[in-house]
């Protein structure tokens, strides 16, 4: 199985600072169409996963612009500009490129 | 708008059976793959099932498979998970989610299952 790993797991951030989430995997992620299936998940506390980010930089809609992601290969990065309360919550990443398709272990983002 | 209403969650038995449905509205199901995944208390996310848009193929995490059966009927707009053999490391919600560019774009509010004596 493809292993997502994570980093940091906790992401302590001041609102209005940027803050930045690292994924890797252990396969590479492109795909035989030439794609790379990489997204990303935001879980605000009690609430369901919602996806922010597909194919490594596509962002979904209605999602702030403050979020980007990138990368490519094994090595992807999701990226918030400018902090806010409302993003505080869990990241995940998924790879979409592999049979099981699988999950990083998450980042907790807080407010210091 | 895209709704996707899972239920059918519950309290079972270790070794029992349960089957979970999730109610699709607002886009065209007949045209979308869909997924199972599954959140056990205060972990991360774990994806367990998922079904082609017509039913022809179902792929199953290792966990799962020979004891959960994913399908669809798409008359009904309607998702399926039969969880057999059922194992106290099977608690967790359970979303279903829509596939869109192999990633789930949209999920719903989950159901929980628990499994317990």
């Known amino acids: 199985d493809v292993v997502m790993t994570q980093s940091p797991l906790s992401l302590p951030v001041t609102l209005g600072q940027p803050a930045s989430i690292s994924c890797r995997s252990s396969?590479?992620?492109?795909?035989?169409?030439?794609?790379?299936?990489l997204s990303w998940f935001q879980q605000r506390p009690g609430q369901s996963p919602r996806r922010l980010i597909y194919k490594v930089s596509d962002r979904d809609s209605g999602v702030p612009d403050r979020f980007s992601g990138s990368g490519s290969g094994t090595d992807f990065t999701l990226k918030i500009t400018r902090v806010e309360a409302e993003d505080v919550g869990v990241y995940y990443c998924?790879?979409?490129?592999?049979?099981?398709?699988?999950f990083g272990q998450g980042t907790k983002v807080e407010i210091k | 708008q895209v709704q996707l209403v899972e239920s059918g969650g519950g309290v079972v038995q270790p070794g029992r059976s349960l089957r979970l449905s999730c109610a699709a509205s607002?886009?065209?199901?007949?045209?979308?793959?869909m997924y199972w995944v599954r959140q056990a208390p205060g972990k991360g996310l774990e994806w367990v099932a998922l079904?082609?848009?017509?039913?022809?193929?179902?792929y199953y995490a290792d966990s799962v498979k020979g004891r959960f059966t994913i399908s669809r009927d798409n008359s009904k707009n309607t998702l399926y998970l039969q969880m057999n053999s059922l194992r106290a490391e099977d608690t967790a919600v359970y979303y279903c989610?829509?596939?869109?560019?192999?990633?789930?774009?949209?999920w719903g509010q989950g159901t929980l299952v628990t499994v317990s004596s």
């Open positions: 396969q590479s992620l492109v795909y035989s169409d030439g794609n790379t299936y």
């Open positions: 607002g886009f065209t199901f007949s045209g979308y793959a």
């Open positions: 998924m790879q979409g490129t592999h049979w099981p398709r699988t």
């Open positions: 989610a829509r596939d869109q560019y192999r990633s789930p774009d949209y």
């Open positions: 079904i082609l848009y017509d039913g022809s193929n179902t």
